[in-house]
Nanobody, 129 residues
Framework: QVQLVESGGGLVQAGGSLRLSCAASGRTFSSRAMGWFRQAPGKEREFVGLISRPGSATYYADSVKGRFTISTDNAKNTVYLQMNSLKPEDTGVYYC??????????????????????WGQGTQVTVSS
């Protein structure tokens, strides 16, 4: 089992920044990648980015590339999502997810919710125009 707890969401003006955190516990050593997803009201959950475990390879959705950065603090077992130059379309609930069972798919392809086995409760990000 893996437990994930997101934090750091809030209300920010367009152009601003936020840093989300995802504290992981449990069998985190078995996860192959940690992903961030988001879901806006009435829309499907969409991939934001991922970071490999171990290591630090990162992949991002085109919509956030150059603005968002994923990093990890292995000592704290925490994954971060630094979000800069935020836009109103970035509004949504952000989820941290752990991929454990997809051992043969290339990391770059782990972009759907079916590729992930555990997720947190989410944290709300609202960007005002």
């Amino acid at each position: 089992q893996v437990q994930l707890v997101e934090s750091g969401g809030g209300l920010v003006q367009a152009g601003g920044s936020l840093r989300l955190s995802c504290a992981a516990s449990g069998r985190t050593f078995s996860s192959r990648a940690m992903g961030w997803f988001r879901q806006a009201p009435g829309k499907e959950r969409e991939f934001v980015g991922l970071i490999s475990r171990p290591g630090s390879a990162t992949y991002y959705a085109d919509s956030v590339k150059g603005r968002f950065t994923i990093s990890t603090d292995n000592a704290k077992n925490t994954v971060y999502l630094q979000m800069n130059s935020l836009k109103p379309e970035d509004t949504g609930v952000y989820y941290c997810e752990a991929s454990i069972n997809q051992k043969f798919r290339p990391l770059v392809n782990l972009r759907t919710k079916d590729d992930y086995d555990y997720w947190g409760q989410g944290t709300q990000v609202t960007v005002s125009s």
